[in-house]
C-alpha cells in the first residue's frame, strides 16, 4: 500500500485538536470565494457535512454574518475511531458588504454542501445614462 505523507496536512490537523472544534462564542472559520457575476455579487462558502437547519445568515446594516453548526453523526458502542479528519463544531464568517449592494434582496441556495449567496447590485449604484437638455435660447441678465 503507497501511502503519501503531508506535513502541513498533519499541522492542521494537530492545531485543529489542539484547538478543539469551534464552539459559538469561538468559532470557526470556514472558506469562501466571492466573485462579480453580472449585476450580483456571488459568495459561495464551503459546508459540506452541515445540515441546511443548522445553518444562520444574518444581514444588519452592511454586516452580513453566516453561522453553521456540524454535529457529530452518531456512531454505534463497538465502534473505534481510526482516524478524525473532519472538522466539527461552529463555522462563522462576517463580510463587510458596500453599500452598493441590495441587502434586501439576497438569496440563498444550499447544494451538493456549498452555501451560495446571490446579492445584487442596487439599482442606484448600477452605471446610468444621463441625457442632456437643450435650452430653449439664451438668456440674459440684466441688472
Known sequence: MLMRTDPFRELDRLAQ?????????????????AYREGDEYVVA???????????????????????????PVAKAADVQM???ERPLGVFSRQIVLADTLDTEHIKADYDAGVLTLRIPIAER?????????????????SG
Open 17 to 33: 485538536q489542539l484547538m478543539g472544534p469551534g464552539t459559538w462564542s469561538k468559532p470557526s472559520a470556514m472558506p469562501m470565494d
Open 45 to 71: 462558502f464551503d459546508l459540506p457535512g452541515v445540515t441546511p437547519d443548522s445553518i444562520d445568515i444574518d444581514v444588519e446594516r452592511n454586516m452580513l454574518t453566516v453561522k453553521a453548526e456540524r454535529r
Open 82 to 84: 481510526e482516524l478524525s
Open 125 to 141: 449604484a448600477k452605471p446610468r445614462k444621463i441625457s442632456i437638455g437643450v435650452g430653449a435660447g439664451n438668456k440674459e441678465i
